[in-house]
């Protein structure tokens, strides 16, 4: 996997958002396309996001998820394929494992300014 630096649209209160540069870790592609145009996943371990390029849906589809709630003009409704659900579940287990990882260096941290006082 490598990271990138992209720019990322970042949520702030009340809908606002930021944009921030971020690293990304690239997960996987769909298996099944041609390596370009294609769904794809990515982490971005330090806003703790996982990002997902896929498919546009048909206006029908939008109409259908709009059933449950608005789409805010900040966010999109994609499509990914099921077979997609192995580069799904590694980008979760990418994360997880990022997240596990800060969480092991804070306490560290931690527990060694506690030993200095």
């Known amino acids: 996997m ?3 630096a992209v720019k990322s649209m970042v949520c702030k209160p009340k809908g606002s958002i930021r944009e921030v540069s971020v690293a990304l870790r690239f997960t996987a592609k769909d ?3 041609d390596g370009r145009d294609c769904p794809t996943a990515w982490v971005e371990d330090e806003a703790e996001e996982i990002l997902f390029q896929g498919w546009k849906p048909s206006e029908e589809t939008l109409a259908k998820c709009r059933e449950t709630g608005p789409i805010p003009e900040t ?9 997609m659900i192995p580069a799904i579940n590694e980008a979760c287990d990418v994360a997880e494992r990022g997240r596990l990882r800060r969480v092991d260096q804070l306490d560290k941290e931690l527990s060694g300014a506690s030993g200095d006082a």
């Open 75 to 83: 966010e999109a409704v994609v499509r990914i394929p099921f077979r």
């Open 31 to 33: 298996p099944a396309t």
């Open 2 to 4: 490598t990271a990138t």
